[in-house]
Nanobody, 113 residues
Framework: QVQFVESGGGLVGSGGSLRLSCAAS????????MGWYRQVPGKQRELVAH???????NYADSVKGRFTISRDYAKNTVYLEMNSLKPEDTAIYSC???????WGQGTQVTVSS
């Protein structure tokens, strides 16, 4: 049972922008806080942004002011708008609930210097 399908990753130069999308199962999307996580091989997965069901947002210090999380209830989709990208943002990005459940495939974001 697929619960999260991420898309929108790619290769972009430093300072560029990307918009990630995550289609989620309706049962999860409508009842759980949702977040975007990222992981670099060999390192622990990091929560970079999350959005509560009440609409509050929280960001990791490393992305604050550059990333924006949002959700579209009509499409059961969570977005991550990423601006002013840096090489250290390179990672596999995945969406999930808080706390996380089964992981999807994620989407690769690569930022070249």
């Amino acid at each position: 049972q697929v619960q999260f399908v991420e898309s929108g990753g790619g290769l972009v130069g430093s300072g560029g922008s990307l918009r990630l999308s995550c289609a989620a199962s309706e049962s999860i999307f409508r009842h759980w806080a949702m977040g975007w996580y990222r992981q670099v091989p060999g390192k622990q997965r990091e929560l970079v942004a999350h959005l509560t069901s009440g609409g509050s947002t929280n960001y990791a210090d490393s992305v604050k002011g550059r990333f924006t999380i949002s959700r579209d209830y009509a499409k059961n989709t969570v977005y991550l708008e990423m601006n002013s990208l840096k090489p250290e943002d390179t990672a596999i990005y995945s969406c999930n609930s808080l706390p996380p459940q089964t992981w999807g495939q994620g989407t690769q974001v690569t930022v070249s210097s």
